[in-house]
């Protein structure tokens, strides 16, 4: 038995009871509500002001929120939907999956592109405005978008070529491992995250240690932007615990096989939940402008008509 079929059958031998169960949706729903709630309030303060979608730093801040909306909201959706109806269709658990992936594998890319733009922003401000333009900030999106569908895809067509029609038409635990089930896959994956981590750590690497170097005789704009891509480091590196999960999983069913269920839980909210809470603070909260924008946006909305 590999390791995806083992971790399947673990959940379904313990699973939670009634009261565990309920507390436990309970919680996650309350969690995603609360940081969409969040993230579709710096939607529309971003849509309602021109300041924001004409300046690069905020196009590529709100399209993190957005893959983060997508990433919350289908999590949860496969959270709830393995507690109500245990196993799904293979063709809906692959579109799933193949959404939510897209989203998750952008997130890393995406702060590594904002990591590049604050190193930009300080130690070549003079040809800031001229490098980072609207035009190209979307053409990076869609290079990014591109890159992960390269990533991604090959699952797709890998399962297409190799699995019986049939399979389609069964249902499982919806999980990567049990919709992408063939072992060229997992190969695949687990190169791709170790050239996903090499690259985006030598980008945030390389902008901080230049920017901090900046910080000692700059401004205090050099030293926010040094403390951003801090912030910017433990983001991608809660983002980039996904690529060590498939090994986290499997040596949490080995130490816990009877609290496994209790185990995935806590992965669940670290790794997936728990890094989408930190872009509204990093620019809904220490931002000056988005957050005075944002503010009225609040007051406007709570004060009666």
Known sequence: MNVSSANVTVVLMYRDSFTKAVTKNVIVVVLGISINYINTGLIHTFRKHQIFYMNPRYILFI?????????VTLTIMLFIISYILYKINVSVCCTFILIALFAT????????CMAVECYIAICLPLRHVQICTVKRTLLLIGLIWATSMLSVLPDLFITLATEQLDFFQTRVFCLRETAFRNPHILKKRDITYIVYLVIVWLVI???????MFTAKTASTDAKKARNTILLHGLQVMLCMATYA???LKEALLQWFPKNYTD?????????QVLPRSISPIIYGIRDKTFRMYLKRYLVCKMSPK
Not at 63 to 71: K, S, T
Not at 205 to 211: H, L, P
Not at 263 to 271: D, E, V, W
């Open 263 to 271: 185990s995935l839980f806590a992965t669940y909210i670290i790794i």
């Open 105 to 112: 594998e952008n997130t890393p890319l995406n702060l590594a």
């Open 205 to 211: 690497f390389y902008t901080y240690f230049n920017i």
């Open 245 to 247: 999960e498939p090994q």
């Open 63 to 71: 399209h993190l929120v957005v893959n983060d909306m997508i990433q």
